[in-house]
């Protein structure tokens, strides 16, 4: 085997090391390397280069450019006489003419399909496969190019970027920074890829979508809270509080518009064990903020990180009580349903039948669709399925009567005061014949 023979293999391989370091490169993310640079020189140096993109982007593209060029000067030359060898040793009896017109084109198609192969696709393909362990082979070869081509590079990169700017175009450098969007997909394709837990992916979407919720959607609504009034006697409030399991109460004066603090059970458990005289209820009374439900809970939580609280009332424009949210309740949009041993579990949905189901309406109506296999519309005039009921409804419902609430016909079990609580739901026939057909 001839030298040119070894040279023209010599080019291809070259032009395949580029491809393959400029594809590895892009593909590559920093921190795979970073987290085998401490130990590794090679990483080290893979990093550096990782880190210079453009720069060493403008040298793979040089070095494909020189091999490709030393490819097409030498090789076709090369192969063609190898073709002509191989005519000539076989018998075939031809001009010198009509063999160069044959032996030429066979010879391009040869170089064309050993360059386009070897020297661009199967690097590309090795390269995207293995990104981390074919940037750490090439990390070295590329930072001794880099360091012999450094001014050609640094000429062509700074010729290309005043291209740019003549067309209105800024050069930027290449970042590794990822918009929320990508991130939730990087998320979702490890997920479905087995990379990461399910529990893992909720709590990073959780993250996500955390500094987007506000008070409004996580608050407990006036209904539901648990309040003393402040003239309550002692013994009184202690069996109130024993009773709903709570450990913090609002405290109220003739109004829960009109709550001047709050009182921890704690307090009303240690004068139990060591009663004092003329110790009433609103002598362990302690202040407590009130916020706007339109607040981030974000906001809130640092607003509570700040106060040493777990605990704020939730009023609106009139200076009204809308309800109140708790530490808990933050932490719940982060982790999900937090109970202590005291805690009934009950489902916030319930199948009592076919196509028939017993719902807690006080519940977000996201949450509830979860649970349903048809959801109910969701809209943003309200958060709660009590909040949709009631916008159907137009007045104030009684219970046992019921209504259409497409794709649904409930019925209102239960009210919590002038809302609905419990209601059953009953597929309606028609929307089910739909769903089917969809399927």
């Given at each position: 085997m001839?030298?040119?023979?070894?040279?023209?293999?010599?080019?291809?391989?070259l032009?395949g090391f580029f491809v393959a370091?400029?594809?590895?490169?892009?593909?590559?993310?920093i921190s795979?390397?970073?987290?085998r640079?401490?130990?590794?020189?090679?990483?080290?140096?893979?990093?550096?280069?990782?880190?210079?993109?453009?720069?060493?982007?403008?040298?793979?593209?040089?070095?494909?450019?020189?091999?490709?060029?030393?490819?097409?000067?030498?090789?076709?030359?090369?192969?063609?006489?190898?073709?002509?060898?191989?005519?000539?040793?076989?018998?075939?009896?031809?001009?010198?003419t009509?063999?160069?017109?044959?032996?030429?084109p066979?010879?391009?198609?040869?170089?064309t399909?050993?360059?386009?192969?070897?020297g661009?696709?199967?690097?590309?393909?090795?390269?995207?496969?293995?990104?981390?362990?074919?940037?750490?082979?090439?990390?070295?070869?590329?930072?001794?190019?880099?360091?012999?081509f450094?001014?050609?590079?640094y000429?062509?990169?700074?010729?290309?970027?005043?291209?740019?700017?003549?067309?209105?175009?800024?050069?930027?450098?290449?970042?590794?920074?990822?918009?929320?969007?990508?991130?939730?997909l990087?998320?979702?394709?490890s997920?479905?890829?087995?990379?990461?837990?399910?529990?893992?992916?909720?709590?990073?979407q959780?993250v996500?979508?955390?500094?987007d919720?506000?008070?409004?959607?996580?608050?407990?609504?006036?209904n539901?809270?648990?309040?003393?009034e402040?003239?309550t006697?002692?013994?009184?409030?202690?069996?109130?509080?024993?009773?709903?399991?709570?450990?913090?109460?609002?405290?109220?004066?003739?109004?829960?518009?009109?709550?001047?603090?709050?009182?921890?059970?704690?307090?009303?458990l240690?004068h139990?064990?060591?009663?004092?005289?003329?110790?009433?209820?609103?002598?362990?009374?302690?202040?407590?903020?009130?916020?706007s439900?339109?607040k981030?809970?974000?906001?809130?939580?640092?607003?509570?990180?700040?106060?040493?609280?777990?605990?704020?009332i939730?009023?609106?424009?009139?200076?009204?009580?809308?309800g109140?949210?708790?530490?808990?309740?933050?932490l719940?949009?982060?982790?999900?349903e937090?109970?202590?041993?005291?805690?009934?579990?009950?489902p916030?949905?319930e199948?009592?039948?076919?196509?028939?189901f017993?719902?807690?309406?006080?519940n977000?109506?996201?949450?509830i669709?979860?649970?349903?296999?048809?959801?109910?519309?969701?809209?943003?005039?309200?958060?709660?399925?009590a909040?949709?009921?009631?916008?159907?409804?137009?007045?104030?419902?009684?219970?046992?009567?019921e209504?259409e609430?497409?794709?649904?016909?409930?019925?209102?079990?239960?009210?919590?005061?002038?809302?609905?609580?419990?209601i059953?739901?009953?597929?309606?026939?028609?929307?089910?014949?739909?769903?089917e057909?969809?399927?």
């Amino acid at each position: 085997m001839g030298p040119d023979i070894l040279l023209t293999i010599l080019l291809v391989l070259l032009n395949g090391f580029f491809v393959a370091a400029e594809f590895a490169i892009v593909k590559v993310r920093i921190s795979q390397i970073q987290v085998r640079s401490e130990n590794s020189f090679n990483a080290r140096i893979a990093e550096s280069v990782v880190a210079n993109l453009d720069g060493y982007l403008a040298a793979t593209q040089l070095g494909i450019t020189l091999a490709s060029l030393g490819l097409g000067w030498i090789g076709e030359g090369v192969v063609t006489r190898l073709i002509l060898a191989a005519m000539y040793g076989v018998g075939l009896e031809l001009s010198e003419t009509a063999a160069h017109s044959l032996a030429i084109p066979f010879a391009f198609v040869t170089i064309t399909v050993m360059h386009i192969v070897f020297g661009e696709l199967a690097p590309k393909s090795l390269a995207i496969r293995f990104p981390t362990k074919t940037t750490l082979a090439i990390s070295i070869p590329m930072k001794v190019f880099y360091f012999v081509f450094r001014p050609f590079i640094y000429v062509l990169n700074g010729f290309a970027n005043f291209i740019l700017r003549l067309i209105g175009i800024e050069p930027v450098p290449h970042s590794e920074i990822h918009t929320e969007e990508e991130l939730r997909l990087i998320i979702a394709e490890s997920a479905e890829g087995g990379a990461i837990l399910a529990s893992e992916r909720e709590l990073i979407q959780n993250v996500f979508d955390f500094d987007d919720r506000t008070v409004r959607q996580v608050l407990k609504p006036r209904n539901q809270i648990s309040a003393l009034e402040r003239d309550t006697p002692l013994q009184e409030a202690i069996d109130y509080a024993i009773a709903e399991g709570y450990s913090r109460y609002p405290v109220f004066d003739n109004s829960l518009d009109n709550i001047i603090g709050f009182v921890l059970v704690k307090d009303l458990l240690a004068h139990l064990r060591n009663p004092k005289e003329n110790v009433e209820l609103k002598d362990m009374i302690r202040s407590i903020n009130f916020i706007s439900s339109s607040k981030k809970i974000s906001q809130v939580l640092r607003l509570f990180q700040q106060n040493k609280t777990q605990m704020a009332i939730v009023v609106n424009e009139f200076g009204g009580t809308v309800g109140l949210i708790t530490l808990e309740d933050i932490l719940e949009e982060l982790v999900g349903e937090i109970q202590d041993e005291t805690d009934a579990e009950m489902p916030i949905v319930e199948k009592t039948g076919e196509d028939i189901f017993r719902i807690f309406a006080q519940n977000p109506l996201d949450e509830i669709n979860v649970g349903l296999p048809l959801p109910f519309p969701e809209s943003q005039n309200f958060i709660t399925l009590a909040g949709l009921i009631l916008e159907y409804a137009e007045t104030i419902p009684d219970e046992n009567q019921e209504l259409e609430i497409p794709p649904y016909r409930i019925k209102i079990l239960h009210m919590l005061q002038n809302s609905p609580d419990l209601i059953e739901a009953v597929l309606m026939p028609q929307a089910e014949s739909n769903q089917e057909e969809n399927e």
